[in-house]
């Protein structure tokens, strides 16, 4: 898995929240048994001070590192919540949501999310976002290189002789990692996330809680229903990740839909061939692709205002975005025509800067990693990556290198899952 989904359908689905059953009524009771401490803090919530959403309240909540260990060492978790604005007798109860990753913050989604269903329903929820345990404005915020990403890059596809820079970046990073966060790195699993959003539950008093999730998040959702089923109330799991294939697997069941999508864009932009003459036929788009690919490998773009060149690796990061939300192909296919057509690479720029240029190191890539890496055991053979993925980019290739290198750091690192699965 890579990254959050876009969450087009977010709305819609949790919309389908309301009007199922009666209002929560069992779903905020009194302290009982289910509600011992097993560790974790209480909650102080305050302003967030968010002039968007004067509502919203933040909190950061004391979780253990170790739930094995409820007593030991301890982090914090950062929370937000746009409170439920409806009559007690109709309020549904606190919904946690999670956008995916592994890693990706959560605290844009009560504001967005409550914002774009029925008033009715969006009145009715406590909405609480919150940053995975090590990411973000949770405490501490897990940096490994936090130049990992910088542009340029090395070319993702191997034919270009990269592949050495590679496997040199995703072993130091593996290392780096180990280095300063053997202490946190076995305890950022899905399962020590699901008991974060029982920690969750339990601080806010009550003893069932609603859940969106999405991508990454349907396996958190899902982990979470498995190890707490008397504590689910409702749940919606969008993009729904496998729980019983590896996380190797699953990327390779990504790069096929990464590849299916890149056809249906280049099937739509063949069919709009008088607004960006890029050719009649989908094949024609394909290869007006890896021809803007070609030339940047020659002669990188201008990335300002970031910083560094946009290279082909930097490119197909841009190009990635759009497999995940179908509105932004006016734009990809804007960029192609105005480089090819124009030799104007102001919107490639613009593009890049929009959808893939590397901000402030939020902690989601370690935390992806800590995840995916641990969970089960990845292949540690070079060789056999080499020779699998080749296969995989025989039928799917504009993506396939470029997940290979984004998960390469599992060939290193430090802490291995069970070899059956997750």
């Known amino acids: 898995m890579r990254k959050a989904i876009a969450l087009l359908s977010a709305a819609a689905a949790v919309a389908t929240l309301g009007g199922i059953v009666g209002p929560a009524a069992s779903a905020v009771e009194p302290d009982g048994p289910d509600l011992v401490d097993t560790g974790q803090g ?52 606190p919904i946690l949501l999670n956008p995916g990753g592994p890693g990706d913050s959560g605290l844009w989604m009560p504001g967005y999310i409550s914002g774009q269903i029925p008033a009715d329903v969006a009145s009715t929820y406590d909405w609480i976002g919150f940053d995975p345990r090590g990411t973000n404005g949770s405490d501490p915020h897990v940096v490994c290189d936090a130049h990992y990403f910088d542009a340029e890059r090395p070319d993702y596809q ?33 399962v020590d996330n699901a008991r974060d959003l029982d920690s969750i539950r339990r601080a806010l008093g009550v003893t069932k809680i609603n859940f969106y999730g999405g991508s990454w998040g349907t396996s958190l959702g899902s982990t979470y229903g498995q190890l707490f089923p008397s504590h689910v109330r409702r749940m919606v799991l969008d993009s729904i990740v496998g729980p019983t294939i590896s996380w190797y697997d699953h990327n390779v069941l990504q790069d096929r839909e990464h590849q299916r999508r890149f056809d249906a864009f280049a099937d739509w932009t063949a069919k709009a061939d008088s607004v960006y003459h890029l050719g009649t036929d989908a094949k024609a788009v394909e290869q007006a692709y890896h021809q803007v690919e070609d030339a940047l490998r020659k002669e990188p773009a201008d990335a300002a205002p970031s910083t560094g060149k946009i290279g082909p690796a930097e490119f197909e990061d841009t190009f990635y975005s759009g497999g995940y939300n179908f509105l932004r192909w006016p734009r990809m296919a804007t960029v192609l025509s105005a480089y090819l057509n124009q030799h104007d690479t102001r919107p490639l720029t613009i593009a890049y800067n929009k959808y893939a240029a590397p901000g402030v190191d939020d902690g989601a890539f370690p935390a992806y990693n800590a995840a995916q890496c641990t969970e089960n055991a990845w292949p540690r053979d070079w060789e056999f990556w080499k020779k699998d993925q080749a296969k995989v980019d025989a039928t799917a290739p504009f993506y396939t290198y470029n997940n290979m290198w984004y998960n390469a750091a599992c060939m290193f690192w430090p802490y291995q899952g069970n070899p059956a699965g997750r």
């Open 158 to 190: 191997v034919d270009q002789g990269t592949s050495k820079a590679w496997l040199k970046k995703a072993a130091g990073y593996a290392a780096d990692c180990a280095a300063d966060w053997s202490w946190l790195l076995p305890h950022m699993t899905t």
């Open 42 to 93: 209480k909650l102080v919530w305050s302003s967030c001070n968010d002039t968007t959403t004067p509502a919203l309240q933040c909190a950061m909540l004391e979780v253990p590192v170790d739930y094995a260990d409820p007593r030991g060492r301890k982090i914090k978790i950062k929370l937000n919540r746009l409170p439920a604005t409806a009559p007690k007798d109709k309020q549904q109860g």
